[in-house]
């Protein structure tokens, strides 16, 4: 029920002004949200962290929105360090405008990423946006078979999913909206997650394991010595600003670690689905207020 009102929250202009304007959230989203992404990127990059950026804002309404937003990600390309990616949404390209929109901006991205060295992953969204989401992933990868595609786990046919991404990258994440038949119960998305760490470790292609749970990050480092995956064959991805001391232990123990880093103005729809992806966040969140640890 938390989740499901979180998510309402997320939703709410109302709720929106009263949290975006108080000046209370202020230290809070400066946290979470880089006021300075390329001072972040530089001092992630120093301690040893990877990065994957997302320019926040999606759900775009007319083709100048769409086109703007592809402006944006080639200025944020030039301001990346190679092995750097680039998190995006497909909505913010025009994906409810159409499909063929959102792919051809996706394409122009992949191409300049790739003469930076820079990867790029398609997050997942609203569940009416899977398909397209999928379907732009599998067009895209023939030229550009190293562009990544998020899987969530909360969604019944994840399991089918990672099988169906044979030799991609996937970054599988436990999942921050609603969908009807999803799963809601901790215990049954958890299962659905390591059931789809599975198909991935056992597979071919890259897995990018985004969960900040200590349980989970245990087996997907078992699971990797189990199939025979080195440090360079799985990464660990977490959000900016949470659990920053447990990226940099897995860091130090030389695993490939993958910061999540937002930036941008509108921040409120991101650190509210955050919070419905895994409630007991708001104990992060309110911590945050007193600590940095």
């Known amino acids: 029920m938390l989740r499901q009102a979180l998510l309402a929250v997320s939703r709410s202009d109302l709720a929106e002004r009263v949290i975006t ?13 880089a006021d300075d992404v390329g ?3 530089a001092r992630l990059t120093r301690d040893g962290l990877l990065v994957t950026i997302d320019h926040l804002g999606e ?7 769409a086109e703007r937003s592809v402006h944006d ?12 990616d680039v998190s995006i949404k497909l909505t913010a390209l025009g994906l409810r405008l ?12 992949c191409e300049a990423a790739a ?18 989401l999928h379907s732009v992933h599998a067009t895209l990868r023939k030229e550009h078979p190293d562009v990544g595609v998020v899987v969530q786990a909360y969604l019944p046919d994840a399991h089918e999913r990672c099988e169906k991404l ?8 436990k999942g921050a909206y609603t969908a009807p038949g999803a799963f809601t119960a901790p215990a049954d998305i958890d299962r659905s997650f390591v059931r789809c760490l599975k198909v991935l470790m056992n597979g071919t292609g890259y897995p990018m394991v985004a969960t900040h749970d200590p349980r989970l990050v245990e087996i997907a480092s078992a699971l990797a010595v189990l199939t025979g995956r080195d440090a360079t064959g799985f990464e660990h991805q977490m959000l900016y600003g949470v659990r920053p001391a447990e990226q940099a232990r897995l860091a130090g123990l030389g695993a490939q670690v993958r910061v999540y880093v937002p930036y941008g103005i509108d921040w409120y729809a991101y650190l509210m689905r955050r919070l419905a ?13 007193v600590s940095r640890h």
């Open 59 to 65: 759900d775009v309404t007319d083709r100048a929105q």
């Open 115 to 132: 003469a930076k060295g820079v990867t790029i992953t398609l997050d997942a969204e609203e569940h009416d946006t899977i398909p397209g």
């Open 166 to 173: 044979e030799g991609a990258r996937v970054r599988l994440c």
């Open 21 to 33: 304007t108080s000046p209370l959230t202020r230290d809070v989203v400066r946290r979470y949200v």
């Open 98 to 109: 159409s499909e063929q929109l959102a792919l051809d901006n996706a394409a122009s991205i």
């Open 277 to 289: 992806e895994r409630p007991r966040n708001l104990a992060f969140f309110a911590r945050s207020l």
């Open 73 to 84: 990600y080639l200025a944020l390309l030039g301001r990346l360090p190679r092995d750097a």
């Open 39 to 41: 001072a972040v990127i």
